[in-house]
């Protein structure tokens, strides 16, 4: 089936240090997957940190990167000098279309990210 | 832009009782969904809707009813609350197409007592 693993947290960083949280994928049913990374902050709402749709692509938000690698179905998130500000709880997910293009998302039980000043 | 907005922001209530929840979206979007999330355990799909009068029923469907009177709002109803439940529930919605970008809002916290 479709499904997403990603890094268990909690993963806990130095302020400055580099970070990756690590997304593997299933994508059984979905011809052409999307990605995506979403981020809730503490007292916020989820909301997207950033997509990439094409294989081999790369998409960028805020200082993280991330890139979707086909051959290794792997989308990991990743920072060069993470801030204290960058704490909150971050989740790898699965579109794309399936059949009527329900726009269905396969998320990830999301790495919570502590950053230490 | 735009914005959802889930009323109530908490809900309690008692074993067996009826809850309704609210979700608006003045985005403008086809598609709405509901999920549930519960700690340590990520989002899961209790209904979508890819249009007005459409419901579909996602993975976790059981135990809920849901309604999309009309294109800006999706209703949930949690037809027998569990004692002792703790959940968060999200809506969100997305527009039309292959993108699937979806925009979420604020969440409803429930615990029944």
């Known amino acids: 089936g479709d499904s997403v693993t990603q890094t268990e947290g909690p993963v806990t960083v130095s302020e400055s240090e580099s970070l990756i949280i690590n997304c593997t994928y299933s994508?059984?049913?979905?011809?052409?997957?999307?990605l995506f990374w979403y981020v809730r902050y503490p007292g916020e709402g989820l909301q997207l940190l950033l997509k990439?749709?094409?294989?081999?692509q790369k998409g960028s938000s805020r200082g993280f990167e991330a890139t979707y690698n086909k051959e290794t179905t792997s989308f990991h998130l990743q920072k060069a000098s993470v801030q204290e500000s960058d704490s909150a709880v971050y989740y790898c997910?699965?579109?794309?279309?399936?059949?009527?293009?329900?726009?269905?998302?396969?998320f990830g039980l999301g790495t919570t990210l502590q950053v230490q000043p | 832009g735009g914005i959802i907005t889930q009323t109530p922001k908490f809900l309690i209530g008692q074993e067996g009782q009826k809850l309704t929840l609210k979700c608006q979206q003045n985005?403008?979007?086809?598609?709405m969904y509901w999920y549930r999330q519960d700690s340590g355990k990520g989002l899961r799909l209790i209904y979508y809707?890819?249009?007005?009068?459409?419901?579909q029923k996602g993975d976790l469907s059981e135990g809920y009813d849901a309604s999309r009177e009309k294109k800006s709002s999706f209703s949930l109803t949690v037809t027998s609350a569990q004692k002792n439940e703790m959940a968060v529930f999200l809506c969100?919605?997305?527009?039309?197409?292959?993108?699937?970008?979806?925009?979420f809002g604020p969440g409803t916290r429930l615990l029944v007592l």
């Open positions: 969100a919605s997305k527009d039309w197409g292959r993108e699937d970008t979806q925009y």
């Open positions: 994508a059984t049913s979905i011809a052409y997957p999307n």
């Open positions: 990439v749709i094409t294989a081999g």
């Open positions: 997910a699965l579109g794309g279309p399936q059949g009527g293009n329900t726009g269905k998302l396969i």
């Open positions: 985005f403008n979007h086809d598609t």
């Open positions: 809707s890819i249009t007005e009068n459409d419901l």
